[in-house]
Nanobody, 125 residues
Framework: QVQLVESGGGLVQAGGSLRLSCAAS????????LGWFRQAPGKEREFVGV????????YYADSVKGRFTISRDNAKNTLYLQLNNLKPEDTAVYYC??????????????????WGQGTQVTVSS
């Protein structure tokens, strides 16, 4: 079992920045690839990016590449998502996710093993 708890969401103006955190716990959490997804009102949950448990490599959706950065602190079992140059279309609930796959590619939401409860990010224009 892996437990995930997100924090750090909020309201920000377009062009601003936020940093989300996800505290992960569980006996084998270090062997899970961790990542972020988001879901806007009326839309399906979508992949944002992941960071591999094995080599720390990252993989991002094209829509956020160059603006968002994922990192993890294995000593603290914490995952981060730095969101820069935010746009109104980035408004969504952001979810932390964990999966046993090795990373390095798109992960369909239906394949995710564990989810956090989500944190709201709202970007005003």
């Amino acid at each position: 079992q892996v437990q995930l708890v997100e924090s750090g969401g909020g309201l920000v103006q377009a062009g601003g920045s936020l940093r989300l955190s996800c505290a992960a716990s569980g006996r084998t959490v270090s062997r899970y690839t961790l990542g972020w997804f988001r879901q806007a009102p009326g839309k399906e949950r979508e992949f944002v990016g992941v960071i591999s448990w094995s080599d720390g490599s990252t993989y991002y959706a094209d829509s956020v590449k160059g603006r968002f950065t994922i990192s993890r602190d294995n000593a603290k079992n914490t995952l981060y998502l730095q969101l820069n140059n935010l746009k109104p279309e980035d408004t969504a609930v952001y979810y932390c996710a964990a999966d046993r796959y090795s990373g390095g590619r798109y992960l369909p939401p239906r394949e995710v093993d564990y989810w956090g409860q989500g944190t709201q990010v709202t970007v005003s224009s």
